[in-house]
């Protein structure tokens, strides 16, 4: 059973549709409100994809940036690690070299020294008197070797 529907007609500011019983069926009010509504509700659902999709996305680019804060960190922490190990490497090299330096300049002092005492103490008849004694106690040790 088709409807047949009849003339606009207007009252007011609403037109109506008028059926077979001659009831209004519907306001072209109401059929631009279910419209508006219906782009309303549709539009809420579009924004609500679009909403989801970019806090997806701020979600990623965080986790991401969290990542490649991570990895920038523990690179970081890798290298002042091994700077450190470098550091402790030199510093060790470099006071086993003020030891070795330090003692060649004491040891290089004390020839001066001993040089110096040794050349002013020695006198002609003492050096002659120090062969004889070493000359003598030489043949004394040799001697005891053969035996």
């Known amino acids: 059973m088709s409807q047949i529907l009849a003339p606009r007609l207007r009252y007011g500011t609403n037109f109506y549709l008028w059926g077979n019983d001659m009831e209004p069926e519907i306001t072209i009010q109401s059929l631009l409100d279910k419209i508006k509504e219906e782009g309303f509700q549709e539009a809420e659902k579009i924004s609500q994809k679009i909403i989801s999709e970019a806090e997806a996305k701020a979600e990623l680019?965080?986790?991401?940036?969290?990542k490649?804060?991570?990895?920038?960190?523990?690179?970081?922490?890798?290298?002042?690690?091994?700077?450190?190990?470098?550091?402790?490497?030199?510093?060790?090299?470099?006071?086993?070299?003020?030891?070795?330096?330090?003692?060649?300049?004491?040891?290089?002092?004390?020839?001066?020294i001993l040089e110096r005492?040794?050349?002013?103490?020695?006198?002609?008849?003492?050096?002659?008197?120090?062969?004889?004694?070493?000359?003598?106690?030489?043949?004394?040790?040799?001697?005891?070797?053969?035996?």
């Open 68 to 112: 490649n804060a991570e990895h920038s960190i523990t690179t970081a922490r890798k290298e002042v690690m091994e700077i450190q190990d470098a550091f402790e490497v030199a510093m060790t090299q470099g006071g086993r070299n003020l030891i070795l330096s330090l003692h060649d300049e004491i040891i290089r002092l004390f020839g001066h």
């Open 117 to 147: 005492k040794v050349a002013s103490s020695l006198r002609p008849d003492l050096m002659r008197d120090m062969i004889m004694t070493i000359t003598e106690n030489w043949e004394i040790q040799d001697k005891n070797r053969d035996l």
């Open 61 to 66: 680019i965080i986790r991401e940036a969290e």
